[in-house]
Nanobody, 113 residues
Framework: QVQLVESGGGLVQAGGSLTLSCAAS??????MGWYRQAPGKQRELVAR???????NYVTSVKGRFTISRDDAKNTVYLQMNGLKPEDTAVYYC?????????WGQGTQVTVSS
């Protein structure tokens, strides 16, 4: 099991930027990433990155969000630029260890129009 601690959420105007961080309690040699869940909607994968640096993004954030990781710090980041009101959601960090996924507590991102 791994503990994940997120930070960096908040309130921002449309067009603004935020950076989310997620620190893991141990090294993750597999995928780390971010999901989000907006009110009344299903949780969706926003972005993920594997230990080799390969990334995947949901179409709606391509070109605006960048995921990265610092394995020396066991930390994954999500740089979010050009934020839109539809990006408003609770963002959850996750990490996989074998067949087990661990989740952070979630951090609120609110984008005002």
């Amino acid at each position: 099991q791994v503990q994940l601690v997120e930070s960096g959420g908040g309130l921002v105007q449309a067009g603004g930027s935020l950076t989310l961080s997620c620190a893991a309690s141990r090294r993750i040699d597999s995928y780390m990433g971010w999901y989000r869940q907006a009110p009344g909607k299903q949780r969706e994968l926003v972005a993920r990155i594997n230990s080799g640096g390969s990334t995947n993004y949901v179409t709606s954030v391509k070109g605006r969000f960048t995921i990265s990781r610092d394995d020396a710090k066991n930390t994954v980041y999500l740089q979010m630029n050009g934020l839109k009101p539809e990006d408003t959601a609770v963002y959850y960090c996750y990490a996989t260890l074998g067949a087990i996924s661990s989740w952070g507590q979630g951090t609120q991102v609110t984008v005002s129009s």
